[in-house]
């Protein structure tokens, strides 16, 4: 086996065309079909291309914020870990995931609320994050959805696709019922890392 | 919608009642179950159940080599920040992820390999290196299975489940036909999340 690929560019070039022909007749917009095969270059999943939903202006809205530096928010560290901040910061941008800080385990603690959610209730208070990547947590998407009907926040953009069993289905459903730019995935797929590649299909698109 | 599930262990809970119905006849050896469950739990994804092989040893071996305080190498900083640091530390254990280093990339650059080889490559030069976790490059773990060959390294675990469409069903498969303790995941599938999902799975089992 000394015959494989080594080179990467070479290796991510031969998968999204394996994956252009595997989609066949199944065809997007220039823009989403990069978010789609991305997602399914991260998963091997084609389901993807049946479950992913991007809303009209997400994609310009979210390139429109990162050109004028706005910062990314994330509800895991293995989201933030994923996405490519060295191409963000080219712009400015930043990648924030609050989960692990002191001040929202404290706040968690004392409103019985998940870490999720109090770092979501901390990410709303900075007016430079402009993009809210949820991959794991419903709880985290259901509190955004409240702040946002509240008025609180309004976000560029909202990736919402945690993965689960308890919730996670529910929490995307009510998204795709607000006025604000969103890509989410229709039932329970989702997760960190198909999260990352749709901030980052959307980086290179730069 | 404010009657979600706010408490963590009750979500959790819930979701492995969840995949265990759903699983149905299907069933597996108790510690076999608890990784295909987390896996499942982790990506939504039941195909899961079919693609996971755990070599007869696998088990034991990583619960061996985590009580003896062995260390765990990533190819991903991502599958690196999925893994449950603090309670692999509980046992003196550290995750380290070596893609980003400079001597890393100069090293790739001067042979002309991937650096997730290069990483492999400095990651058996360090014996408290016990378990090696590949969720994403299979040069990665092409390498590493030259170096096992080779008689340069004896892993207590490989946990090898890279993703993708170029390469890594071929590498997985080679893996199987050696004579080392590992968990593979037949075909395309797999991630950085999969490969964090098993190492928790084991560590919980402690």
Request: hydrophobic share 40%; aromatic share 6%; proline share 3%.
């Amino acid at each position: 086996m000394s015959d494989y690929i080594k080179v990467p560019h070479l290796i991510e070039e031969r998968s999204f065309e394996i994956i252009t022909e595997e989609l066949g007749d199944k065809t997007f917009p220039e823009d989403i079909a990069k978010i789609v095969k991305r997602v399914i270059h991260t998963t091997a999943d084609f389901q993807y291309a049946e479950i992913l939903v991007v809303s009209e202006d997400a994609i310009n809205s979210a390139k429109k914020a990162i050109k004028s530096g706005g910062h990314i928010v994330t509800d895991t560290k293995m989201a933030m870990s994923g996405i490519n901040k060295k191409k963000l910061s080219e712009y400015g941008g930043e990648v924030h995931c609050f989960i692990s800080d002191e001040d929202v385990a404290k706040t968690a603690k004392e409103k019985g609320t998940t870490r999720a959610m109090a770092a979501m209730e901390k990410a709303i208070k900075d007016e430079k994050n402009k993009i809210f990547v949820i991959g794991n947590a419903p709880t985290a998407l259901f509190k955004l959805k409240q702040f946002i009907e509240e008025g609180k926040v309004k976000p560029d953009l909202v990736v919402g696709v945690p993965v689960g069993f308890v919730g996670a289905a529910e929490s995307k459903e009510e998204f795709e019922k607000l006025n604000v730019p969103y890509i989410v995935t229709r039932g329970r797929k989702g997760g960190s890392t198909v999260a990352a590649a749709i901030v980052n299909a959307i980086l290179y698109m730069l």
